[in-house]
Nanobody, 115 residues
Framework: VQLVESGGGLVQAGGTLKLSCAAS????????MGWYRQAPGKQRDLVAL????????NIAESVKGRFDLSIDGSKNTAYLLMNRLKPEDTAVYYC?????????WGQGTQITVSS
């Protein structure tokens, strides 16, 4: 399984970015799919995670109301729409998926929010 991320970059505070994560196979083989992030010197934390069966989305309090996770099964792709970005959102964002065999990670994409 490969997860390929795109859409990272530099944005001013208050701006919007959309990340994409394309899976090499059908996402319906996954239990869940979503995003984590890791800021410099900090641990990797959950941003948003969704069950591919259509269950509820688990989203971090720090991004609730600003970020939205969606999955397009026809394109085997997950998206993270990030609105009203803040400097504290600066981090490397990693796509994540898991199935009965294990966990899978993308290579990471840098998001930098300038004040």
């Amino acid at each position: 399984v490969q997860l390929v991320e795109s859409g990272g970059g530099l944005v001013q505070a208050g701006g919007t970015l959309k990340l994409s994560c394309a899976a090499s196979g059908s996402i319906f083989g996954f239990n869940a799919m979503g995003w984590y992030r890791q800021a410099p010197g900090k641990q990797r934390d959950l941003v948003a995670l969704m069950a591919t069966s259509g269950g509820s989305t688990n989203i971090a309090e720090s991004v609730k109301g600003r970020f939205d996770l969606s999955i397009d099964g026809s394109k085997n792709t997950a998206y993270l729409l990030m609105n009203r970005l803040k400097p504290e959102d600066t981090a490397v964002y990693y796509c994540f998926a898991n199935d009965l065999i294990g966990n899978y990670w993308g290579q990471g994409t840098q998001i930098t929010v300038s004040s």
